[in-house]
């Protein structure tokens, strides 16, 4: 007996064709409605462009707007302007700093100042870094135009009392040095906006006489040994950026409400068990890091929605009575890790700084304990 084969009629087969094609066609018109609605290609698209800006040095701020990546052709070339026009900017900043007004010495070679300077008494400032120069002379009283002082990573033991006369000065660092106090006469600068004594000797006080410097801005006397927060620096009344970290603070004064200019409250590295509430009088205050301190019960009342709070870190504190533990041996220097902490926290402000709007995630309350 032969096979049966079943023969149908060719518009029959025509009729199953043109149904699956047209089922295979919605489907292929679905699926692309599909995509087109579908993050995955917005994603890719704002990968290749992230990746396209860091390729150029392009920093993360200028085209991440509130969490969102702002992909347009335009944002970008308007990116590449503004970073030749910054470009430009730092270069005209550097012939600046080569004028005749300024004296720039670097290096170990230099292990005390020229004899020549004693006659270019014109000089606004000083940018003397990274040398073995370990006395500044009493002849500085006569550069009456000095405005800066840069004195960063020297071999320097003390200041002359002469530095009081500097009328016009606005600037001082002299951060890693080997002093071992700030000469009182310093509270004569009038003037002063900016003290930088980040140290290796530590200090355990400041002059009262400092009290007198109530343009004070920016005070840095971070990595010392003060106990309490010196009473000179809660009588500068104009300040808004105190880093008193790296220090042996057990507590914070009731009065610490007396700086009522204060934005930037830099307090990590202590012994802080609590802060007082007198921290919720400062209606100016945006920033404060109490990060690696003995905290053991949370501030609840300073992260009210009332407060003027960005940013409040309460990492690595023991709440709880948890315990962090680190058996990793720290290879680099505590002055290079120091210097890390501050490059750190700078360049975070900066790139709240540049946004046009405080992203949502810096006006939350951050935890984070290491268990």
């Known amino acids: 007996m032969g096979h049966k084969v079943v023969v149908f009629d060719i518009s029959v087969i025509r009729a199953l064709w043109e149904t699956r094609v047209k089922k295979h066609k ?38 991440c707007k509130n969490g969102f990546v702002d992909t347009s052709a335009r944002l970008l070339e308007k990116i590449e302007r503004n970073t030749y ?30 004899d020549s300077l004693k006659e270019q008494t014109h000089l606004q400032e000083w940018h003397i870094t ?38 016009n000065l606005k600037e001082l660092n002299v951060s890693f040095n080997l002093l071992r106090s ?105 920033l404060l890091v109490v990060s690696g301190d003995h905290l053991v019960e949370f501030p609840t009342a300073l992260c009210d929605s009332s407060t003027p709070l960005k940013f409040v870190s309460l990492m690595d504190n023991p709440l709880d009575n948890t315990q962090c533990q680190d058996g990793v041996e720290v290879m680099e220097s505590e002055r290079d890790r120091q210097c890390f902490d501050k490059e750190f926290l700078k360049a975070y402000l900066e790139d709240v700084k540049e946004r046009e709007s405080v992203p949502s995630y810096t006006t939350k309350v951050s935890f984070s304990l290491q268990l």
């Open 85 to 114: 026009a910054r470009q430009s900017s730092l270069s005209k900043e550097r012939d600046k700093r080569r004028s005749p007004f300024v004296l720039e010495l670097s290096g170990e070679q230099w292990t005390e100042l020229p």
């Open 130 to 167: 990274n040398t073995l120069i370990q006395i500044i002379p009493t002849y500085i009283e006569l550069f009456q135009a000095m405005r800066i002082l840069d004195l960063p990573k020297n071999q320097i033991s003390c200041l002359p009392a002469e530095i009081g006369r500097l009328k």
């Open 182 to 286: 700030i000469p009182p006469e310093l509270g004569d600068c009038e003037n002063l906006e900016k003290l930088d004594c980040l140290h290796e000797l530590p200090f355990t006080q400041l002059p009262f006489q400092l009290s007198n410097l109530k343009q004070v801005t920016f005070v840095d006397i971070s990595a010392n040994k003060f106990a309490s927060v010196p009473i000179c620096v809660l009588r500068m009344c104009n300040l808004q950026w105190l880093d008193i970290s790296n220090n042996i603070l057990n507590d914070l004064p009731q009065d610490i409400d007396r700086l009522e200019e204060l934005q930037t409250f830099l307090l990590y590295k202590n012994k802080l068990t609590y802060l007082p509430y007198a921290l919720l009088n400062l209606k100016k205050l945006t």
């Open 26 to 63: 919605a489907w292929q018109k679905k699926e692309t409605e599909r995509l087109e609605k579908s993050a995955l290609e917005k994603i890719k698209e704002e990968w290749n462009f992230v990746a396209e800006c860091r390729r150029k040095g392009i920093p993360q701020a200028a085209y």
